[in-house]
């Protein structure tokens, strides 16, 4: 029960990676409220994550907001202060990547990338970290980043910045906020099969070569990151922030 009693909010919660950590969070004994994009889809994927995060015997909330407005960031801190009366740890997960080649990029689906997944995880995390300094008793912020944030796609242009991006941010924010006791922290996912890129690896010959790359011999589960943003989030990393922490089966390692 590394994380009992404390209050935890999870963006883009509600399906893949977000929604596995949530669950762990709550597994380990946190209050844990979830957000996701406004759509009827998210919000029945939202409601049913919330009841399987309540069924651990603890509080569950949620709120169907979009990443990229930068008044949701305070709209997520105020749903969890609303719903446990203090938020001790914010893990900003939420992101897209609708790959896209890079010479023909329509402007819109680059500004939608950055504005989803770096503007939104900028005023989100400023948010939290206001809320965590006016308590006056630290806390955890964990980011996901990408090892795109390490290395470059040719269909990722409009995405790989934003990465590295989320990554800059959480060493700044280290820097920043260590003096309130705030740790920040960043996972670097690899492979990870989920709706994001799904279709993408349904190309059976790139799916056998990202498995034949990985020296853990398979991709990643949205599971995989669950354990890391736990422990990040815990007193067992009282010590670590500013970090990057690859989970990726060693895919950035192996340049054999």
Request: hydrophobic share 45%.
């Amino acid at each position: 029960m590394l994380l009992n009693n404390r209050n935890v909010f999870v963006t883009g919660g509600s399906k893949g990676i977000g929604r596995a950590i949530a669950l762990k969070c709550a597994e380990h004994g946190a209050n844990v409220a979830i957000s996701a994009e406004d759509s009827p889809e998210s919000r029945g994927a939202l409601a049913a994550t919330a009841e399987a995060i309540a069924a651990h015997g603890v509080k569950s909330a949620w709120i169907a907001a979009p990443a990229e407005d930068p008044e949701t960031g305070q709209r997520l801190v105020d749903t969890a202060v609303r719903a446990f009366g203090r938020l001790d740890t914010f893990i900003n997960n939420a992101g897209i990547c609708p790959f896209h080649s890079f010479l023909d990029m329509p402007r819109e689906t680059y500004q939608k990338t950055v504005d989803v997944n770096l503007n939104g995880a900028f005023f989100a995390v400023q948010a939290a970290a206001n809320q965590m300094v006016a308590q006056g008793e630290g806390g955890a912020i964990v980011a996901v980043s990408s090892i795109s944030a390490l290395v470059g796609g040719g269909m990722q242009t409009h995405y790989t910045p934003t990465k590295a991006g989320v990554l800059s941010l959480m060493q700044s924010t280290a820097v920043a906020l260590g003096p309130h006791g705030i740790r920040c922290n960043a996972l670097l996912p690899g492979t990870i099969e989920t709706d994001i890129n799904r279709a993408d690896l349904a190309d059976t010959d790139k799916r056998s070569y990202m498995e034949s790359r990985t020296p853990l011999g398979r991709l990643g589960a949205p599971d995989d990151l669950a354990g890391p943003a736990v422990f990040l989030a815990s007193d067992l990393a009282q010590y670590v922030t500013g970090a990057a922490l690859l989970v990726d089966g060693g895919l950035f390692v192996n340049l054999q």
